[in-house]
């Protein structure tokens, strides 16, 4: 006898519920600070912290994509003040609700026996030995960035492989959950005793491993809305594939969570796991607003490019790395959503000095016409990053509307 069929679910249902999981299926309005800004945090799970400032950091373009209000000092009082955020590493650094601290003691362990060992290779500079000279400099005269410590140590270009012995030391301690990022100055990371940061009722609760790591595949889940077991485990980087697989094997047993197939974009279909009651939820999720959006390159809808592939039909990669004349677009373009669909690719910098947002070119995707309708949402969704970017006018290149990708 052959096993009943799984639920399918059509690709227009699954990336409405995804993207209202990721906050951007209903109208971006709301204040964009205190307990408002602290809920989109939480609902997103974290927010990516990246250096490139072409229009503006990546955390404050995820956030205003949401919550058009938004300053960017709204955030520094989270982060900085009030301490309901924290920030340190998923799949790369990031700013996460505090109240999620405790689960990142596994990582601490994880990271400090695993660098400790990797670093005496990489580096080669006997970081260890600075490790105490560090801490004891932050205790008892205060916090310290990589600038103010080492002084008298030979130091690289800036690359990661070129750190001084005492800034090695600070991301190890840092890593490993003895220091923590008490605030940022421009872009450099200012370092702290954790127990002068984080407040003591998240710092002193130490889960066990089995219970972060059933918070890590539950609040995984929760927030994809459906997921393989590898998309699990990638969510937070906190757990190894194989723990969220036998995760899911367990919760699949005991009829915590089912399986169905996705329609991805094309026809195809992906088997995912997912919630009994997130069916339900497929059709009632309502459609995006119709405006046009554009994106960080670091959303978290569009951090696993494979998936945003599969559920959008939307191949996208930064180009940081691919030399002319190879690179289709400029180096660092940025995704454009209309409704549920990524309609193109924008290359576009803040020129601050002459006030301007000077849009070099816009790529759209295939099948995607560019009427006056379409160009008129573009260019309003253009003058708002223009105002949260610091820039009076939004400048366009010649020719700067082109007709396709290529």
Known sequence: MSAPALPRVSNSNARRLFLKKHGLCAHPKGSGKGDDLSDVIDELGFVQVDSINTVARAHHMILAARRPAYKEKNLKRLLERERKLFEHWTHDASIIPTDFFPHWQLRFKRDREKLIDRWRNWHQNEFEEKLEDVLKRISEHGPVTSATVGEDEKRGSGGWWEWHPSKTALEFLWRSGELSVCRRNGFQKVYDLTERVIPEQHRLHHPDPDETIDWAARSALDRL??????????????????????????????????????????????????????????????????????????????????????????????????????????????????????????????????????????????????????????????????????????????????????
């Open 225 to 406: 809305g459906f997921a393989t077991s590898g998309e699990i485990s990638a969510f937070w980087d906190l757990i190894t594939p194989h723990e969220a697989k036998i995760w899911c094997q367990d919760a699949l047993k005991d009829g915590r969570i089912i399986e169905a197939e996705i329609e991805c974009d094309g026809g195809a279909a992906r088997r995912v796991f997912l919630y009994p009651d997130t069916l339900a939820e497929f059709d009632d999720a309502p459609d995006p607003p119709s405006r046009v959006r554009v994106l960080s390159p670091f959303d978290p809808a569009l951090r696993d490019r494979k998936r945003a592939e599969r559920l959008f039909g939307f191949f996208y990669r930064i180009e940081i790395f691919v030399p002319e004349p190879k690179r289709q677009y400029g180096y660092y373009v940025f995704p454009v959503m209309e409704g549920d669909g990524l309609i193109g690719r924008i290359d576009m910098k803040a020129q601050r000095d002459e006030g301007c947002l000077q849009v070099r070119a816009f790529w759209p995707e295939k099948g995607i016409r560019t009427g006056k309708g379409r160009v008129s949402k573009l260019e309003a969704e253009l003058q708002r990053i223009a105002r949260f970017s610091g820039c009076s006018e939004v400048g366009f290149d010649r020719d700067w509307l082109r007709e396709t990708s290529p």
